[in-house]
């Protein structure tokens, strides 16, 4: 954890409605504040991290944009990776007529996994210090706002599946490039956020055991987001509880005891997962400041 802004790749995953989004943003907005000249992507057209940097962006958002100082912005679509890499890979009269045919559709149609494969390979070059795509400048980290937890396992492990099942030729050789990219713990952190909630933590922990047995790897930093700050002491809320019930002391007071068992589902994961958590705290969601979770988050992140 303490090294998470020194890789190259960063993948942000979690239990739909979590917040991972806004804490990719967080992370991104982190890293560029320190000098990164940072990238963070998202897939299928979403533009989710231009609303909470409240950045105006084309819709589809497939060009990479600045969208704050040093802080770039571009969703994936697997139909332009397509295109790319056709473009990489054929003759240019080739690739023009593929690229203006039905080719996507009938290839997605009949290659399970297509779709994954060709996004997180986009993923993958933007994450390259010496670029396909002609005259594109490196980053110093990409952040990747993943989908949430089924699907993001099944993009990041679509390499390690199509490589085992082409076995050679060029899909096969660049589709071991990314697997071996996404699975070095050197250069690859993956980040799970989650509520500290029972749900969301069980789902973090079958995370965790699917990027094992499907990407042989490990988490490496968990985000706990929207976490109750601590309002009484065990003997000061006792004390409170014996007290004539009065509004705001009966709402702190359910503050607190939400608190209390957010605290025992956050000591439930990091004794599963073996990390301390990052912490976040409850910041107006659904619309969060992103700047001040930002500021919570580079105060623990060296």
């Known amino acids: ?42 897939v299928a057209r979403r533009t989710d991290v231009a609303g909470a940097l409240d950045a105006a962006r ?22 332009l990776a397509l295109e790319e890499y056709l473009r990489d890979q054929l003759p240019s009269p080739a690739a023009a007529l593929l690229t203006r045919s039905r080719v996507f559709g009938l290839l997605a149609a009949a290659t399970p996994g297509l779709r994954e494969l060709l996004t997180v390979g986009k993923l993958w070059e933007l994450a390259q210090l010496d670029r396909r795509t002609p005259g594109a400048e ?54 799970a956020v989650a509520r500290a909630e029972e749900l969301a933590v069980t789902e973090t922990l079958a995370l965790q055991a699917a ?38 002391v ?10 209390t068992r957010q605290r025992a589902q956050l000591g439930r994961l990091t004794r599963a997962t073996g990390h301390r958590a990052l912490r976040l705290h409850a910041q107006a969601l659904p619309a969060p400041d992103l700047e001040a979770l930002a500021d919570e988050l580079g105060e623990q992140l060296p």
């Open 211 to 248: 990027l094992r047995e499907r990407l042989d790897a490990e988490l490496d930093a968990v985000v706990v987001n929207a976490l109750e700050p601590d309002r009484f002491t065990p003997a000061e809320a006792h004390r409170l509880a014996g007290q004539p019930a009065q509004g705001a």
């Open 250 to 259: 009966q709402q702190a007071l359910a503050a607190h005891r939400r608190a």
């Open 58 to 79: 084309p819709e589809g958002g497939e060009q990479e944009a600045e969208l704050a100082p040093g802080l770039f912005h571009v969703s994936v679509d697997p139909e």
């Open 138 to 191: 490196p980053y110093d980290l990409v952040i990747v706002d993943a989908p949430a937890t089924g699907h993001g396992v099944a993009v990041l492990s679509a390499p390690r599946a199509f490589a085992g099942a082409a076995h050679s030729g060029p899909v096969a050789r660049q589709a071991r490039a990314i697997h071996a990219t996404l699975s070095d713990p050197a250069l690859t952190a993956l980040v």
């Open 1 to 42: 954890m303490e090294s998470l802004l020194s890789h190259r790749l960063i993948v942000v995953t979690g239990k739909g409605g979590v917040g991972k989004t806004t804490v990719a943003a967080a992370i991104g907005l982190v890293a560029s504040r320190r000098g990164r000249r940072t990238m963070v992507a998202e």
